[in-house]
């Protein structure tokens, strides 16, 4: 494996993590707010 392919993966998992990270902020945010919209498209947008 070259350095741009472990670069590309590199970039990828930390972008994954990233998404993991936002989208349990906002299932906690849900907990207390169940009826804010914005949260539950961001959760979406996360999950295409």
Do not use: H, P, W, Y
Not at 5 to 25: S, Y
Not at 26 to 40: A, G, H, K, R, W
């Amino acid at each position: 494996m070259d350095d741009f392919e472990i670069e590309l993966k590199r970039g990828f998992i930390e972008e994954a993590e990233q998404m993991l990270i936002d989208t349990e902020q906002c299932f906690l945010q849900l907990e207390s707010v169940t009826d804010n919209l914005s949260l539950i498209e961001k959760i979406f947008r996360v999950a295409q």
